[in-house]
C-alpha cells in the first residue's frame, strides 16, 4: 500500500505476540478476537497513529494493554450486575502431548492468572514476548525501574506458586 | 532457591510455547480494515472539501454586507450594460430585402448610365471601379 498504512505486514509480524498477550489478559477466544479486531480497526481509521513511531511492537503492545484493561473494566461492571457464569479459562500455551509438560503448562497458565494485572503484563512481555525493561517501560508507560521490580514480585509468586510441581519435574529429569 | 536456580526456572518458563493465533482469523481481522480503509480515504477526501469550504467561509463571513454591497455593484453593473446594448437600433443591422420591381429600376438605370459614359459592354463598366491610387497622383489630380 504505496503512501498508505500496511496493514497486512503489521498484522504479519505483529498478531501472534498480541494474541498471546491479550489472551494472557482476555482468556477467552472470542474476546481476544474482538480485541484484536479492534487494534487493527483503528490502526485502519488512525494510521497517523503509526507515523513517526520508533519501537511499532512496544507501541502496538500499548495499544493492546489499553484495550485489554477497558475489557477487564468491562468484565467488572458487568459482573457486579448480572450473574457470572463460570467459564473455563483457556490456557495461553499450545496443548503438548507429554503429560506432565501439559500439567505443568496449565498450571503455570492458572498460576499466571492468578496474578496481579500490572505484573501478568510485565511477566509475560519479558519472558514471551522478549521485551528489554526499557521497551516494556514504553509500552506500558511506567519506568524501567517499575518495570524490573513488577518482573521481580510477579516471577517470584510464580516460583513460589509452582515449586512443588517444578521440583518435581527436576527429580524426574 | 538460589539466583542459579531461580534463572532455570525463568529459562523454563521461556522455552513454554505459546498457542497460536488461528489461521483462519487474519482474513477475519484484515477484511474488514479494507473497506474500512477505502471509507478512510473517502473521509479525506470530504476533509478536503471541507477545508476549502472554510477557507471561503472564512473569507466572507467576517464582512457579509461589504461583501454583499460589491455583488450589488457588481449586479448592477451587468445590468446597465445589458441594458445599453439593448438600446442599439434594431433595424441597423438588418437589411431590407429588395422587390423585384426595384431591382430591374437599378438595373435600367446602370443601363443608362452605361450608354451615357459610351461603354456598351456593362461588364466592362463594372470592371472600371475604383482603383486606388498612390497619394501623390491624387496631389495632382486635385491641383489640376
Known amino acids: ?173 | 532457591m538460589m539466583n542459579g536456580e531461580l534463572e532455570q526456572f525463568e529459562n523454563r518458563l521461556r522455552h513454554q510455547t505459546l498457542r497460536q493465533i488461528p489461521a483462519e482469523w487474519r482474513d477475519k481481522i484484515i477484511g474488514p480494515t479494507s473497506s474500512l480503509s477505502s471509507l478512510a480515504k473517502i473521509k479525506k477526501m470530504e476533509a478536503g472539501k471541507m477545508s476549502v469550504l472554510r477557507f471561503w467561509r472564512e473569507l466572507f463571513w467576517p464582512n457579509p454586507k461589504a461583501w454583499a454591497g460589491l455583488a450589488a455593484v457588481w449586479i448592477f453593473i451587468f445590468i446597465l450594460n445589458f441594458s445599453t446594448r439593448d438600446k442599439v437600433p434594431m433595424g441597423a443591422g438588418k437589411v431590407s430585402p429588395s422587390s423585384p420591381d426595384v431591382m430591374v429600376q437599378l438595373k435600367l438605370q446602370q443601363q443608362m448610365l452605361a450608354e451615357l459614359m459610351g461603354v456598351n459592354d456593362l461588364h466592362e463598366a463594372d470592371r472600371q471601379k475604383f482603383i486606388p491610387k498612390p497619394r501623390s497622383e491624387w496631389v495632382e489630380i486635385l491641383t489640376a
Open chain 1, 1 to 173: 500500500m504505496p503512501g498508505g498504512l500496511d496493514i497486512e505486514r503489521i498484522y504479519d509480524e505483529h498478531a501472534q505476540p498480541l494474541y498471546a498477550f491479550l489472551l494472557n489478559f482476555a482468556r477467552d477466544e472470542a474476546d481476544t478476537r474482538d480485541l484484536l479486531q479492534e487494534i487493527f480497526v483503528k490502526l485502519t481509521r488512525e494510521p497517523k497513529l503509526l507515523r513517526g513511531v520508533r519501537d511499532e511492537r512496544a507501541f502496538l503492545i500499548r495499544l493492546a494493554h489499553n484495550a485489554a484493561i477497558d475489557l477487564m473494566r468491562r468484565r467488572g461492571t458487568r459482573e457486579k450486575t448480572k450473574e457470572h457464569f463460570a467459564v473455563e479459562a483457556v490456557s495461553i500455551f499450545a496443548s503438548t502431548e507429554n503429560p506432565d509438560e501439559k500439567f505443568f503448562r496449565d498450571e503455570l497458565s492458572v498460576a499466571l492468572g492468578e496474578l496481579p494485572e500490572e505484573q501478568r503484563a510485565v511477566v509475560h512481555l519479558k519472558l514471551w514476548s522478549e521485551l528489554t525493561f526499557e521497551q516494556i517501560a514504553t509500552a506500558l508507560d511506567i519506568s524501567p525501574n517499575t518495570a524490573a521490580s513488577r518482573y521481580r514480585y510477579g516471577l517470584d509468586k510464580l516460583r513460589e506458586r509452582l515449586r512443588p510441581l517444578y521440583e518435581e519435574m527436576k527429580k524426574a529429569e
